[in-house]
C-alpha cells in the first residue's frame, strides 16, 4: 500500500468553511489566535512528520508485531525511535496544560491529530491516544499531589498511560470487577487482581506506565456502586519524581489479534502493587463513564481514518488499474483496456467511502466542537445543551462511523480484487484494523442500547431532542437541493422514535430488538445533516481549494441522498417488525 500524504484540504474544508473554527473559539473567548490558518499549518506540518516517520512503519510493524519475554513487551522496529522524535517535536503534548509542559493548543487539534496518526498507522495511534485520555482523567480528577507527580511527565510522553477496565469474568459489565484494594495505612492502597484486553498496558517506548485501575474497597458495595479508580505506576515514583523500585505490576501475556498487531494488548497481573486513590471511594466507574465520551469520540475518529486511508489507497489503484472497456464505449483506446474507476459499480464503492469519510469527519469534529463548548462556556445553558448533544451523539458516533468503516474497508479490498486480499497491497490491513473499532470502548450492541434504551428513552423521554431541532433550524434556512429529502428523513427518524417508545411500553425486548437498527437510521440521517451542510458550504464557498473540490462535495452530496440515504427504509421496516421473530425460537431450536 503506498503511504499516500493524509487529505489536509478535506480537513481545512470542515474546520474552517463548514463549522466555523474562527467564530466557535471567538464565541468561546479561547485560543482566538488559532485563526483558520494556523489550524491548518499546524496539521500541515503533522501530516508530514507522520508521512515521513509513521506512515512507512505501517506495513512492516503489522507483519512484525510486538513480542514478550518473560514479562517485557518489545514494540515493533523503529517504534521506540519514533516515538522519542514524536514526543521531542512536540506532538505528545499539542493541547497539554503549560503548566506541566504542555503546549495549551486546542483539543480540536489534538483530535485532528489523532484523526492523522490513525490514518498513517492504527497500531501506532494507541500509544499516545491511551496517554491522552489518561492525562486527561488524572487532569480533573486526581489530587493536586497526584497531579503534581504524573501530568508533567505525561504531557510530555516521557511516561505513558493505560485505562485497565476488563476482566476475564466482566467485559460490558463492569459490576463485577473482583480486583481488589486494601488500604495500607500510609494513605495508598494495594491492588491485586487480573485485567485483560490492556492497550498499552507493557511496552518499550517509555521509563514508566501510569495504569488506571478499576477495583473494589474491602467494605465496597456489590455491583457498579461499589467500585473505585487508583493510580498504579509501573515503577514507583520518588519524591524528586525521579522512576524508583519496581511496582507489583507485570504483563503476563500479549493477545495475539486478528490486526492492531503493533499496539501491544496486555493481560496485566496486578500483585499487592501499590496505588493511589483518585476521586471519592466507590465513585470510580462514575469518573471512568465521565471521560467516555472522548474516548468513544476518539474510537469513531479512528474508524473514519481507517475509511479515508482505504478510499485513498482504492481511489490511486482505480484510476491506474486496466480491466475492460467502459459501458459506453473505450475511454482511453491508445491504453489495452481502461482504468477501472470508469465502471459503475467501482464509482459506487469509491462513492461510498468517500461519502462515509468526509461526511462522517464532519459530524466527529461536530462533536468534538461540543466538547469545547462544555470545556470553555461561562454560560451555563448553552454548556447544558452542549452536554445534552454530545449524550445523544456519542453512541451514534462511536457505532455508525466504526461500523461503516467496516463497510467501506471491505469496498478497498473489492476495489484491488485478488490483490485486494494479499497481503503486500495493504487493503485487508485497514479492514483487521479496523474490525477492533467496532469492539473497544463498548460494542455496536452496547452503543445502541445506550442511545435507545438509556439516553432516548430514560433520558430524553422519548424525544431526539436538540439534534432534531438542529437539523430543522438547518432546512429552515437553507435552500439546498435536498430539504425536502432531509425533512422527510427527518420526520421518519421522529416518527420511529415514537414507535419505539409506544412499543418499549408493551414489550421490554422492543427495545434491544429495535436497538441496532435505531443506532444504524439515526447515523444515516444525521450524516444527511451534514452533507446538505457540507453541499451548502461548497456551493456558496469562496473558491480558495478549487473549483473541482468543491464540484466533487456537492456530487458526492448528490450520489448520498440518492443511493445511501434510501438504507433508513429497511432499518425502519425492520423495527416496524418487532421483536417475535427474535424472541420466539428458543435456546434448543437454534
Not at 485513498?312 to 473505450?330: D, I, S
Not at 473549483?547 to 448528490?558: L, M, S
Amino acid at each position: 500500500m503506498a503511504n499516500l500524504p493524509a487529505p489536509i484540504k478535506d480537513i481545512q474544508f470542515i474546520a474552517d468553511e463548514v463549522l466555523d473554527l474562527t467564530g466557535h473559539y471567538q464565541k468561546l473567548g479561547v485560543h482566538e489566535e488559532l485563526d483558520a490558518e494556523t489550524f491548518v499549518t499546524v496539521l500541515d506540518e503533522a501530516s508530514k512528520f507522520l508521512h515521513e516517520y509513521v506512515g512507512p512503519l505501517n506495513n512492516p510493524a503489522d507483519a512484525q508485531g510486538c513480542r514478550i519475554e518473560g514479562n517485557i513487551v518489545t514494540t515493533p522496529d523503529g517504534f521506540k525511535e519514533l516515538y522519542k522524535n514524536y514526543c521531542e517535536s512536540g506532538w505528545s503534548s499539542l493541547d497539554g496544560d503549560p503548566e506541566y509542559g504542555g503546549q495549551g493548543l486546542s483539543y480540536w487539534l489534538q483530535l485532528i491529530l489523532g484523526e492523522l496518526n490513525t490514518y498513517y498507522c492504527p497500531g501506532w495511534s494507541n500509544y499516545p491516544g491511551l496517554t491522552h485520555g489518561a492525562r486527561e482523567l488524572l487532569d480533573h480528577f486526581a489530587s493536586e499531589e497526584l497531579q503534581a507527580k504524573v501530568l508533567p511527565k505525561l504531557t510530555t510522553g516521557e511516561w505513558s498511560g493505560t485505562m485497565c477496565l476488563t476482566e476475564p469474568q466482566c467485559g460490558t459489565d463492569l459490576g463485577m470487577v473482583a480486583t481488589a484494594a486494601k488500604p495500607a495505612g500510609d494513605g495508598s492502597y494495594r491492588v491485586s487482581g487480573t485485567k485483560i484486553f490492556i492497550t498499552s498496558g507493557e511496552h518499550d517506548l517509555t521509563e514508566n506506565i501510569i495504569h488506571l485501575v478499576l477495583a473494589r474497597l474491602p467494605d465496597a458495595p456489590e455491583g457498579t456502586k461499589g467500585i473505585s479508580l487508583f493510580l498504579v505506576p509501573k515503577f514507583l515514583i520518588n519524591d524528586d519524581l525521579s522512576v524508583g523500585e519496581r511496582n507489583g505490576v507485570a504483563a503476563a501475556s500479549i493477545e495475539h489479534k486478528m490486526g492492531l498487531n503493533s499496539s501491544a494488548t496486555c493481560v496485566m497481573n496486578f500483585d499487592d502493587a501499590k496505588g493511589y486513590l483518585i476521586g471519592e471511594p466507590n465513585q470510580g466507574l462514575r469518573i471512568m463513564f465521565t471521560m467516555m465520551n472522548g474516548a468513544r469520540l476518539n474510537t469513531g475518529i479512528q474508524g473514519l481514518a481507517a475509511t479515508q486511508a482505504s478510499f485513498q489507497n482504492a481511489l490511486a489503484y482505480a484510476k491506474e488499474r486496466l480491466q475492460m472497456r467502459a459501458p459506453e464505449g473505450p475511454k482511453y483506446p491508445n491504453k489495452p483496456a481502461d482504468p477501472i474507476i470508469v465502471h459503475p459499480d467501482v464509482r459506487r464503492m469509491l462513492l461510498t467511502q468517500k461519502a462515509f469519510a468526509e461526511g462522517n469527519r464532519a459530524m466527529a469534529y461536530f462533536a468534538g466542537q461540543q466538547l469545547e463548548v462544555i470545556k470553555h462556556s461561562k454560560d451555563a445553558e448553552e454548556v447544558k445543551r452542549a452536554e445534552q448533544i454530545l449524550a445523544f451523539l456519542i453512541p451514534i458516533i462511536k457505532g455508525f462511523i466504526t461500523e461503516t468503516a467496516l463497510e467501506a474497508t471491505t469496498h478497498g479490498i473489492q476495489i484491488y480484487g485478488g490483490h485486494g486480499y494479499i497481503k503486500e497491497h495493504g487493503q485487508e490491513q485497514w479492514y483487521r484494523d479496523a474490525r477492533i473499532f467496532t469492539l473497544y470502548e463498548g460494542t455496536t450492541g452496547i452503543q445502541a442500547l445506550d442511545l435507545t434504551g438509556r439516553k432516548l428513552l430514560q433520558i430524553q423521554k422519548g424525544q431526539i431532542g436538540h439534534m432534531a431541532d438542529i437539523i430543522q433550524d438547518f432546512i429552515n434556512q437553507h435552500d439546498t437541493p435536498y430539504n425536502k429529502q432531509l425533512q422527510k428523513a427527518l420526520d421518519d427518524w421522529q416518527d420511529i422514535t415514537a414507535f419505539i417508545t409506544r412499543s418499549a411500553t408493551k414489550d421490554p425486548n422492543e427495545v434491544g430488538s429495535a436497538s441496532v437498527d435505531y443506532l444504524m437510521l439515526s447515523g444515516y440521517v444525521v450524516l444527511a445533516y451534514f452533507w446538505a451542510r457540507l453541499h451548502n458550504s461548497a456551493e456558496h464557498s469562496k473558491g480558495q481549494l478549487g473549483a473541482e473540490f468543491y464540484a466533487g462535495k456537492q456530487k458526492t452530496a448528490a450520489f448520498y441522498f440518492a443511493k445511501i440515504l434510501p438504507r433508513i427504509e429497511s432499518h425502519q421496516a425492520s423495527i416496524r417488525s418487532g421483536a417475535d421473530s427474535l424472541m420466539d425460537i428458543q435456546a434448543s431450536e437454534f
